[in-house]
């Protein structure tokens, strides 16, 4: 069955540098888009990035464009979330999540647990 | 970014009652939304899809209707498993944006 499994967060300080790593299994990870969605302590989930199958196309929320990148790697079925110039708002647990095999896109379907990134002096 | 908003922010039910959340979006998305289920400490479970197409596996108590910026999520028949917390988000722009969340209470 599909398993994503998130892992990299941890307390860092404002204006450092973070790697997530999501790795994929249980599916043909070559062929799906890939999210990352985050949530803040006790707060909404927030969509955060978007990258495509192939790796081509990359979608980003504005507040954190230029600051944030999502990337993959095909051959190790994993995705990632570089994030630089961190802020407290950041703060949130990161999930990755897979887009659904239908005929829209934007569609988070299977999700990870999810890593807690914690932005603080 | 399209706004989306969610009503009630909360809410408390019995066991077999009929559970109604409505979603209104800011502008046109279509049939372009989905629900989603999250339990404390979980991570969020897709429910249904394209508005009204319920997912792989979900149970059929559950259901979606709705588009254009009106949309509405329906639990028939409410039971204690239920208790979460529901989302909708549209997919028809970038950014996708969610609603703000009903917390789901058993009376």
């Known amino acids: 069955q599909v398993q994503l499994v998130e892992s990299g967060g941890t307390v860092v300080q404002p204006g450092r540098s973070l790697r997530l790593s999501c790795a994929a299994s249980?599916?043909?990870?070559?062929?799906?888009?890939m999210h990352w969605v985050r949530q803040a302590p006790d707060k909404g989930l927030e969509w955060v990035a978007v990258?495509?199958?192939?790796?081509?196309?990359?979608n980003y929320r504005d507040s954190v464009k230029g600051r944030f990148t999502i990337s993959r790697d095909n051959s190790r079925t994993t995705l990632y979330l570089q994030m630089n110039s961190l802020r407290a708002e950041d703060t949130a647990v990161y999930y990755c999540?897979?887009?659904?095999?239908?005929?829209?896109?934007?569609?988070?379907?299977?999700w990870g647990q999810g890593t807690l990134v914690t932005v603080s002096s | 970014d399209i706004q989306m908003t969610q009503s009630p922010s909360s809410l408390s039910a019995s066991v077999g009652d009929r559970v109604t959340i409505t979603c209104q979006a800011s502008?046109?998305?279509?049939?372009?939304l989905s629900w989603y289920q999250q339990k404390p400490g979980k991570a969020p479970k897709l429910l249904i899809y394209?508005?009204?197409k319920l997912d792989s596996g979900v149970p059929s108590r559950f259901s979606g209707s709705g588009s254009g910026t009106d949309f509405t999520f329906n639990i028939g028949s409410l039971q204690p498993e239920d208790i979460a917390t529901y989302f909708c988000?549209?997919?028809?722009?970038?950014?996708?944006?969610f609603g703000q969340g009903t917390k789901l209470e058993i009376k």
């Open positions: 988000q549209q997919y028809d722009n970038l950014p996708y944006t």
């Open positions: 502008e046109d998305i279509s049939n372009y």
């Open positions: 990258i495509s199958f192939d790796g081509n196309n990359k």
């Open positions: 249980g599916f043909t990870f070559s062929r799906y888009g």
């Open positions: 999540a897979r887009e659904g095999n239908y005929d829209s896109t934007g569609i988070p379907v299977d």
């Open positions: 394209d508005a009204s």
